[in-house]
């Protein structure tokens, strides 16, 4: 299972739980900061929140779900807000670079989710790899309204960081799940990705 993830140890939840113990949580914070604003897009935001949730129902992280689900919302939200400011300062540059990380075609992708999905793409593209990094960069080069951009990516923080994270709370409870977080972080992984897959192949036949 640990080559289907491709042999990135970083990449399985247990892995940062291992290495981390109580402060799992914290780095789970700021991976989720990072990934969601500083055009960092390869890190494993989605299976950490599930299993932020799962580790706190099975008492591996010492901190109540209210409070977890609070402080994760305020990091994808922060991280939201320093994406857009980056975006309105230097995005055009950023556009430009073809560095290990930023892509020109990161940003062509997501530009084309943005004309397909308008407001509803801050929302939806939380939960797509890659676009979720870039989304708000995207919406800070086109100067998007402030109090647009907050309003609809507040709602996308808020519906990405609680379903993923009760999902892992209160699906933690079936042993099937909690003794195969590596699986499931595969799945999760998958099942983002399949909107991009749909998108190439609907491309492809056009």
């Known amino acids: 299972m640990h080559a289907l993830l491709l042999g990135i140890d970083w990449m399985d ?4 739980l291992d290495h981390f113990g109580a402060q799992f949580f914290w780095a789970t914070l ?5 990934e969601c604003g500083l055009l960092f897009p390869i890190l494993p935001g989605d299976s950490l929140l599930f299993a932020a949730g799962l580790f706190i129902a099975r008492g ?8 977890a689900l609070v402080a994760l919302l305020v990091a994808a939200f922060a991280g ?3 994406g857009y400011e980056i975006g309105r300062a230097i995005g055009p540059r950023l556009e430009q670079r073809e560095g290990r ?8 992708q997501t530009h084309a989710f943005f004309e397909q999905y308008g407001n509803k ?6 939960f797509v790899p890659i676009v979720r ?3 708000t960069v995207v919406a800070g080069i086109g100067h998007m309204p402030r109090q647009r951009f907050y309003t609809w990516s507040f709602i996308g923080a808020l519906l990405w960081v609680f379903s993923l994270t009760l999902a892992g ?3 933690g409870g079936f042993a099937l799940i909690r003794d195969h977080i590596e699986a499931v972080a595969l799945l999760i992984v998958a099942v983002s990705v399949l909107p991009m897959v749909f998108e190439w192949w609907r491309h492809r036949r056009a």
């Open 121 to 126: 793409a801050l929302v939806l593209g939380r």
């Open 60 to 67: 591996d992280v010492p901190y109540p779900l209210p409070f």
């Open 133 to 135: 990094t870039f989304i």
């Open 13 to 16: 939840p247990q892995w940062w």
């Open 80 to 82: 939201n807000v320093s």
């Open 169 to 171: 709370y209160f699906l």
């Open 30 to 34: 700021v991976v989720v900061f990072v």
């Open 101 to 108: 990380f930023i892509k020109k075609k990161y940003f062509e």
